[in-house]
């Protein structure tokens, strides 16, 4: 067995199903979750037909680099929606959702005993990444006192760090970094010669139509890096398209970190299926559904802003699909069970998504709700939320 299997932490929902084992939901309320971010908008007819249509691919044995015209396919789309970038489809490997490049894009190009960086609360796959690797995960906190987003000069020391995840829109917060928060990354990449791997799953999940939140390719390109260097980017149908069972995504780097990935992903037997190709690539040429989708989203956020008016910010957060909502007297769990016995309704513990660091968890006293369900079953699940924050208050 290997024991790094034992270092892996339990899954944010595995904590959760633990916490709520021996809770009755209230049986009087249809159960309502809040808790998974699995977009349950519908995904686009054309991409359906497309997938049944070529279902004979299933007969063939997928090429691991992908199809040419998937992977330019990307490339074109990457150009336009990060301009002024300049790429090769040689620099895109599809992958099979963006979890699996993040993880496998570690084991492939981290060597053991290494430092890996990461925001803390985080995406669990980075943690895991870095101890299947047998890297050193490292934290760094993002909470109300950096504004979500840590910057190279909270690191205190860049020694032996290989890698640094970056995550924008960020998951729980929404926050999106800017065009100079990502180039003093990349600045810090280049000093001290590590990797900068950006997870951009939610970049197509966006309130303002006139800003799409800034990505890492972009923020290099901005500054005359025209190889990439040290910067990997990795995107996905997933909450774009409403795709996440297609397992669909991309890595963009440099050709260089890329011939790697490609060579590690031939043992790593992961290459996506030509049907769901035909599909992807059906997927990332139109965009008329992405900008019905965020229009859903920005419509349930304005709801959750005036339903939660006395506990949410003023304004929603610029990206994503979640609500980082403050408990009021910060028990994140005891507020979380509450909400399913009395309200039959799943939130997901905020500490559940950070690591304590020096006696903080800068996830704890907050909890995660998903605003994926349909308009009227999210209206249902905040107005619960709504009543058991006012009694949660009143206890507190
Ligand atoms: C921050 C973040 N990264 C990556 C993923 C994985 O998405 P997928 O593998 O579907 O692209 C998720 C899924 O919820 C996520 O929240």
């Excluded at 890329?258 to 690539?281: D, E, I, L, V, W």
């Excluded at 924050?389 to 009143?394: A, E, G, V, Y």
Aim: charged letters at 20%.
């Amino acid at each position: 067995m290997n024991e790094r299997i034992d270092a892996l932490h339990p899954y944010p929902f595995e904590k959760l199903r633990t916490l709520v084992a021996d809770i009755e939901p209230n049986p009087a309320l249809t159960p309502l979750s809040l808790g998974i971010g699995e977009p349950q908008h519908a995904p686009p007819q054309a991409v359906l037909d497309a997938l049944t249509e070529s279902a004979l691919a299933v007969a063939k044995y997928p090429a691991t680099l992908g199809q040419p015209e998937l992977r330019q396919t990307i490339a074109d789309w990457a150009m336009g929606r990060f301009a002024p970038v300049q790429l090769d489809a040689s620099q895109v490997i599809p992958v099979t959702g963006t979890r699996e490049a993040l993880f496998a894009v570690i084991q492939a190009l981290v060597g053991e005993g290494q430092r890996i960086l990461m925001p803390n609360p985080f995406y669990q796959i980075y943690e895991g990444a870095a101890i299947m690797a047998g890297a050193t995960p490292g934290y760094l906190n993002a909470d109300a006192s950096n504004e979500f987003a840590p910057t190279p000069a909270d690191v205190d020391s860049f020694e032996n760090v290989a890698a640094v995840f970056l995550c924008t829109p960020g998951n729980p917060s929404g926050r999106v970094l800017s065009i100079d928060e990502l180039q003093a990354w990349i600045k810090a990449a280049q000093t001290h010669n590590f990797l900068l791997i950006s997870d951009e799953c939610y970049s197509e999940i966006y309130r303002d139509e006139q800003s799409p939140p800034p990505g890492l390719l972009q923020a290099a390109a901005e500054m005359g890096l025209s190889g990439l260097n040290n910067c990997i980017a990795v995107g996905s149908l997933s909450k774009r398209s409403n795709l996440p069972g297609l397992r669909s995504g991309y890595m963009i780097g440099s050709e260089a970190q890329m011939a790697a990935f490609a060579k590690y992903r031939t043992y790593h037997g992961c290459a996506m299926p030509g049907h769901h190709q035909q599909a992807s690539m059906v997927a990332w040429k139109d965009e008329k559904h992405v900008q019905d989708n965020r229009e859903q989203y920005r419509q349930k956020y304005a709801m959750a802003q005036q339903i939660l008016s006395d506990y949410l910010p003023s304004t929603p957060p610029a990206g994503g699909f979640y609500l980082w909502i403050e408990v009021p007297g910060g028990d994140d769990e005891g507020f979380t069970q509450l909400l399913l016995k009395e309200y039959n309704l799943r939130v997901l513990p905020g500490r559940y998504l950070g690591r304590d660091i020096d006696g903080h968890n800068p996830g704890a006293g907050r909890v995660r709700a998903a605003l994926v369900s349909a308009t009227e079953t999210t209206q249902e699940a905040l107005e619960r939320l709504k009543s058991a924050l006012d009694r949660w208050s009143q206890s507190a």
